[in-house]
């Protein structure tokens, strides 16, 4: 656990790193202006929002919408720290009674925060280990058990975990007006628990397909995306709406948006795996 969060960390160094330095610009507008004065007011205003929210940037790794994605990381290297800090006292049977009620205080200050029992906090409830420790341990438990759960009961809990996120976010909604965006609820840890019991009662599944191959690279294609979406594809693929009518850019807009930032990103990851120099930050 120790050299996963390791490498974990330096994934997440780098690209704190490269997301802080880089301008969310178009590429263009480097040649209408000052290299060194793009470069300047870019580090400038990142820095004033980092003094003036440290906690968030420590939650999330980045500024909202320009590398705030990387909270995904920083949460995983939190909730296995905690396991692991937990195997080395020899007490990570215990892991449980951390990672519960760090998921209902999500909860609470998430999805149910305007409700009566709600808390408010000035950060994302799902940044840090708040919800990343309970998955985790899940996981942890079923790595180191001999449970084999059967196909079927693996689609239960899929099919009952999504019922079981519309029904809650549908009551939600009724009573206290809340939006049905919601990232995480009750119903998230049975469907997330159906999605590990699938890849243990399915192992070959997809075996023979490329996404195995492809695989290898989700890491790298996460953590660049948003590099990919802001200075390469953002600008360019929103120039075409000009050649659309409304309603049919409705439905191109998002399916080109979606493939073309999975292709391209895929297509970044692939070229820095080559290079053992920066093979490290993306694999």
Not at 30 to 48: A, C, P
Not at 241 to 262: A, R
Request: proline residues 5%.
């Amino acid at each position: 656990m120790v050299r996963y969060t390791k490498r974990l960390a330096l994934i997440l160094f780098a690209w704190v790193l490269i997301y802080l330095f880089v301008p969310f610009v178009p590429i263009s507008i480097f040649f209408e202006n000052s290299i060194l004065s793009v470069l300047y007011w870019n580090f400038y205003d990142k820095m004033t929002w980092i003094f003036d929210h440290p906690i968030i940037f420590l939650l999330r790794g980045g500024l909202p919408a320009k590398g705030g994605h990387l909270w995904f990381v920083i949460s995983l290297i939190m909730a296995i720290s905690i396991l692991s800090l937990l195997a080395i006292w020899n007490q990570q049977n215990k892991i449980f009674l951390i990672a519960i009620p760090l998921y209902i205080f999500s909860l609470l200050a998430g999805a149910y925060a305007i409700t009566p029992v709600g808390i408010e906090v000035e950060f994302q409830s799902y940044e840090g280990p708040f919800v990343s420790t309970l998955f985790i341990a899940i996981g942890w438990w079923l790595a180191q058990s001999d449970y084999k759960p059967t196909p079927v009961l693996a689609w239960l809990a899929i099919i009952g975990g999504f019922l079981c996120i519309i029904v809650e976010a549908s009551i939600l909604n009724y009573l206290f007006n809340i939006s049905f965006n919601q990232p995480y609820l009750i119903g998230t840890v049975f469907f997330g628990t159906g999605v590990m019991f699938l890849a243990l009662a399915k192992p070959d599944l997809g075996q023979n397909t490329p996404f195995p191959y492809l695989g290898k690279f989700t890491l790298g294609i996460y953590v660049s995306h948003m590099l990919v979406l802001h200075v390469l594809l953002y600008k360019v693929i929103y120039k075409l709406k000009m050649y659309f009518s409304d309603s049919l850019w409705q439905l191109i807009y998002p399916v080109s948006l979606s493939v073309g930032l999975y292709l391209l990103s895929l297509l970044l990851t692939m070229l820095l795996a080559k290079s053992s120099y920066t093979r490290r930050i993306v694999i």
